[in-house]
């Protein structure tokens, strides 16, 4: 099963690129050295928040910071392919699956590189989630996220129930950021 948890360092950075003190400079979808955005936006272009990836010792270290959605859980995604053309962001594609397995942990053939428990967001539409990715790799080698057409990240309407293949039951895609590959 997957590590879903950070070392302090991961945390530390993490919450520093989240507050926006990112050395580097850079801005939601772009990639620079170690580190990923992607803004979190509807189909109506709605900011949802943003998500931060970076390459820790490890795997990957991501962070997710939602805003102005709907409370309750929401199933949340690292897809295939790096688009994000709406009405209902199908262009992103599957879940990101280098490994070929199948969809949740709680399925015994699961789960997907991409694949996360669920986003809870609070009564005042914000939540967060950070997590581990044991083995993968912002680029280059295997497991790499960005890859020659990139990745997206996608925040479901509903629940993901962590066992249905190929996607969890969590309904329609909500929101949608694309993580610009640099090969």
Known sequence: MRQHHLTLSGMALLSLLAAGCSPDGISPGEVSGNVARAELLGADQTQYGEVIVAQGDDGLLVNIKATGMSPGAHGVHIHETGKCEGPDFKSAGGHWNPA??????????????????????????????????????????????????????????GADDLKTDPSGESGGRLACGVFVGGR
């Open 100 to 157: 070929a397995k199948q969809h949740g942990f709680d399925n015994p053939q699961g789960a997907h590189a991409g694949d996360f428990f669920n986003l809870d967001i609070g009564a005042d539409g914000t939540g967060s989630l950070e997590a581990t990715i044991s083995g993968a790799r912002l680029s280059d080698g295997d497991n790499a996220l960005l890859d020659a057409d990139g990745a997206a990240f996608v925040v479901h309407e």
